[in-house]
């Protein structure tokens, strides 16, 4: 999301894609790196796709905690053996440009509903 396409491919990055488009051809001459959020839904994606990979090896980060429950399914679906690591990289964050990012969370914030008088300036929520 911070990054054009042509900076990625600056970078040595060749090839990207969502793992919940269905229509992707197997390329098993690449190597497969995916950084998700571990949703139910995004698990079960990388489940579906260990069960028929479509890149000889794969190197898989989460950007937050998983749940043990949720890796051993991801290993009973790797009949393959093609998952070479697994991680988790505390980033549970979306990024809008280089320098800005959001948590993407409903309601984290308080609302003050009177104004608030702080060294005579006046803050209302």
Not at 5 to 20: A, G, M, N
Not at 106 to 125: A, E, R
Request: proline share 4%; aromatic share 14%.
């Amino acid at each position: 999301m911070v990054y054009t396409q042509s900076e990625i491919l600056q970078k040595e990055v060749y090839l990207f894609e969502r793992i919940d488009s269905f229509n992707r051809e197997p390329m098993k001459h690449l190597k497969a790196i995916c950084f998700l959020r571990p949703t139910k839904e995004n698990v079960e994606y990388l489940i579906q796709e260990l069960r028929r990979p479509k890149y000889s090896i794969y190197f898989i980060y989460f950007s937050n905690v998983i749940s043990k429950s949720d890796i051993k399914s991801l290993a009973e679906a790797d009949e393959q053996e093609v998952v070479a690591e697994v991680q988790e990289f505390y980033g549970d964050y979306i990024a809008v440009n280089p320098h800005v990012f959001s948590l993407n969370l409903l309601g984290c914030c308080q609302v003050w509903k009177k104004p608030l008088l702080l060294s005579g300036v006046s803050f209302c929520g």
